[in-house]
């Protein structure tokens, strides 16, 4: 492309006051990874080739989905069960031929992390879970890497910049919001929880913004601060992110120790209270000594009759206590899910006093075990 | 009698709504105490806490009108 040509094409912004050839030349000399290729990871990719970043880097290990299209604006129905890296960079090239694409059609794990980290200026996490999002914030602190991050939940989104250089010293990380990972149940999944598609297209676009002033240096960046977006009310909540002394200490100091680190099993529900399988839960209600309690809501479906239980729905186990008189609790719903938030609270209530067990799986499973053992 | 504003983020607000005033709650450990009290369902959440829009990680003394934000983590993209 001729100079006439890249004129042409970045015209707009290189007119803009504050911006300029200056900040175009470090655009086009940048190099960005942009981890997952989902609902961030779309409205990213397109303003960030399209603003002319010089190399961009895409990890995503999965294949377009139905279920995808109405947030993943990158995609359309010709596409479903083809890799997203691959669909995303078919249609970025037609969008800026400029750009120079890596695509990673992996999963980022603690293994690979290091070495496709290493190859880019700026990291930029649109993934989708808490494992992830936690080796890409440690990996980030480890090689001096900054990070642009975006979150989302049903209605709201989160924004930061973590570990960027301002004044010789790294601004505050992930860790220093939420140093620890959340057990699986802990928190919701947009496939749990649902998304508005519009959302990851603001959030998203607002990473691609605070992207762009990082590598150019214009405006105020998002470091040391966390904003909130809310789509229902357009309300915005800034705060500032005060450094945790220890956090430090729960970051892989080597490749090594983030090499050997399990990320998955930080964020998994294996170290949950007890819970147990359909087996275990048959030979509990076989015991006749242990109390079974049914935590969903009152008019829930299916209505249980094989086996005799008390209904405490979940939001009203703590006034309920007194009931549950038996040693050994037993707790059941649905998914599992919300019997394992309910084991929870009855472990904290009643320490080793009582035992208590959450059944994995929930009823759902339950009744389809029996259905095949019949 | 001291009042202070409460925030709640995400899917604390289908627990507890999105706002609430709370009176005479001298410190954060305080705050959530009674919270959890009238919000069992908050005790097993996950979240952060920001007073007066700065984040904290130990227990921090309330003063008149202050603002107390509850933040879960999202993991959403």
């Known amino acids: 492309m001729n100079n006439d040509q890249l004129y042409e094409r970045y015209q707009r912004q290189l007119i803009l006051k504050g911006f300029g050839a200056e900040a175009q030349q470090k655009l086009l000399s940048a190099s960005v990874l942009v981890i997952g290729a989902g609902g961030l990871g779309c409205p990213l990719l397109q303003y960030l080739v399209a603003a002319g970043v010089g190399s961009i880097g895409i990890v995503d290990d999965d294949v377009v989905a139905l279920s995808n299209l109405h947030r993943q604006v990158l995609y359309n129905v010709q596409m479903i069960g083809r890799p997203k890296v691959d669909c995303a960079v078919e249609v970025l090239k037609q969008l800026n031929p400029q750009v120079r694409f890596t695509v990673y059609n992996e999963r980022l794990t603690n293994k690979n992390a290091v070495s496709i980290l290493s190859a880019f200026d700026i990291i930029v996490d649109g993934s989708d879970n808490f494992a992830t999002r936690y080796?890409?914030?440690?990996?980030?602190?480890?090689?001096?890497?900054?990070?642009?991050?975006?979150?989302?939940?049903?209605?709201?989104?989160?924004?930061?910049?973590?570990?960027?250089?301002?004044?010789?010293?790294?601004?505050?990380?992930?860790r220093d919001l939420f140093p620890h990972p959340p057990k699986e149940g802990e928190v919701l999944n947009c496939a749990e929880a649902g998304v508005l598609g519009v959302l990851p297209g603001i959030i998203g676009s607002m990473m691609a913004n605070e992207t762009i002033k990082l590598i150019t240096g214009t405006g105020t960046l998002l470091a040391n601060r966390l904003l909130t977006y809310n789509t229902l009310n357009n309300q915005t909540y800034e705060l500032e992110i005060t450094a945790i002394a220890d956090t430090r200490l729960l970051i892989p100091a080597t490749e090594a120790v983030l090499q050997q680190t399990d990320y998955e099993m930080l964020c998994s529900s294996t170290t949950v209270m007890n819970e147990i399988n359909t087996t275990q839960f048959n030979s509990m209600i076989a015991d006749g000594s242990v109390a079974i309690v049914d935590v969903r809501e009152k008019d829930e479906l299916p209505v249980i009759t094989a086996f005799s239980h008390l209904q405490i729905p979940l939001n009203s186990l703590q006034q309920h206590t007194a009931w549950l008189t038996e040693d050994t609790i037993v707790l059941f719903c649905l998914s599992g899910k919300r019997s394992a938030a309910a084991a929870k609270q009855l472990n904290e209530l009643f320490g080793t006093s009582k035992k208590i067990y959450s059944l994995k799986g929930g009823i759902q499973q339950w009744m389809q075990q029996q259905k095949q053992t019949v | 009698?001291?009042?202070?504003?409460?925030?709640?983020?995400?899917?604390?607000?289908?627990?507890?709504?999105?706002?609430?005033?709370?009176?005479?709650?001298?410190?954060?450990?305080?705050?959530?105490?009674?919270?959890?009290?009238?919000?069992?369902?908050?005790?097993?959440?996950?979240?952060?806490?920001?007073?007066?829009?700065?984040?904290?990680?130990?227990?921090?003394?309330?003063?008149?009108?202050?603002?107390?934000?509850?933040?879960?983590?999202?993991?959403?993209g």
């Not at chain 2, 227990?59 to 999202?74: D, G, H, I, W, Y």
């Open chain 2, 1 to 76: 009698m001291m009042r202070v504003e409460v925030l709640f983020f995400g899917k604390l607000v289908d627990i507890a709504g999105a706002s609430l005033q709370m009176n005479n709650v001298r410190s954060t450990d305080e705050l959530l105490e009674q919270l959890r009290l009238q919000y069992p369902a908050l005790a097993a959440e996950k979240f952060m806490i920001a007073v007066d829009k700065k984040t904290i990680s130990t227990n921090t003394s309330l003063t008149e009108n202050c603002t107390v934000a509850l933040l879960p983590p999202f993991s959403g």
């Open chain 1, 135 to 174: 080796l890409v914030n440690d990996a980030c602190v480890l090689l001096n890497k900054p990070l642009v991050y975006g979150a989302i939940s049903q209605y709201e989104g989160q924004l930061a910049v973590f570990n960027v250089l301002l004044n010789h010293e790294r601004s505050t990380n992930y």
